[in-house]
T-cell receptor, first 112, second 119 residues
Framework: DGGITQSPKYLFRKEGQNVTLSCEQN?????MYWYRQDPGQGLRLIYY???????QKGDIAEGYSVSREKKESFPLTVTSAQKNPTAFYLC???????????FGPGTRLTVT | AQTVTQSQPEMSVQEAETVTLSCTYD???????LFWYKQPPSRQMILVIR??????QNATENRFSVNFQKAAKSFSLKISDSQLGDAAMYFC????????????????FGTGTRLQVTL
């Protein structure tokens, strides 16, 4: 089955540590996205990538970094510079032929 | 910048009844897409329906339909014959159609409406 996988589902880290969230898709989609979701808010875009080896900052990129070495993979690193990293993180992908984005199951990150 | 507003934080509907969720948006663009996504307790975001702004006909997907009023910048979702499985957060989202590169590719989301379905 084609889809988007995110791992792990739950992630716990100590403050000051960097952590990398995985996102893999086998939909052959060109574009991939990372969103952050906080309680009572909609999703906010962190980073997105249209093609391999290229990515752009979204609305809340500070304290995050990404890479896009393969079409299928778009990992997100939450660095120690992110002031409030505890949140639910969603990865999405889309193809140029259609404009809707398809989402993975998400990763709940808790930093204490 | 585009904004999306969902003014109903929570809604409730009885099983088999019809409910309408509201969404308004602000944009200076003429070409764009609008979406409704559903987020059940599993937190997986699921696409419910999409509407192209250049189409006058309202989109429908089985029990889900929209009322798209371009001049009023309104995009409401109607759920007919509500089922227990419809209980979820519903998000309205906007996407610019003008370009496929740059910030035009992002989705702008509203804050969501929590729908409860009662017996």
């Amino acid at each position: 089955d084609g889809g988007i996988t995110q791992s792990p589902k739950y992630l716990f880290r100590k403050e000051g540590q960097n952590v990398t969230l995985s996102c893999e898709q086998n939909l052959n989609h060109d574009a991939m996205y990372w969103y952050r979701q906080d309680p009572g808010q909609g999703l906010r875009l962190i980073y997105y990538s249209q093609i391999v080896n290229d990515f752009q900052k979204g609305d809340i990129a500070e304290g995050y970094s990404v890479s896009r070495e393969k079409k299928e993979s778009f990992p997100l690193t939450v660095t120690s510079a992110q002031k409030n990293p505890t949140a639910f993180y969603l990865c999405a992908s889309s193809t140029y032929a259609r404009y809707e984005q398809y989402f993975g199951p998400g990763t709940r990150l808790t930093v204490t | 910048a585009q904004t999306v507003t969902q003014s109903q934080p929570e809604m409730s509907v009885q099983e088999a009844e019809t409910v309408t969720l509201s969404c308004t948006y602000d944009t200076s663009e003429s070409d764009y897409y609008l979406f409704w996504y559903k987020q059940p307790p599993s937190r997986q975001m699921i696409l419910v329906i999409r509407q192209e702004a250049y189409k006058q006909q309202n989109a429908t997907e089985n029990r889900f339909s929209v009322n798209f009023q371009k001049a009023a910048k309104s995009f409401s979702l109607k759920i007919s014959d509500s089922q227990l499985g419809d209980a979820a957060m519903y998000f309205c989202a906007y996407r610019s159609l003008g370009a496929t590169t740059g910030t035009a590719s992002k989705l702008t989301f509203g804050t969501g409406t929590r729908l409860q379905v009662t017996l």
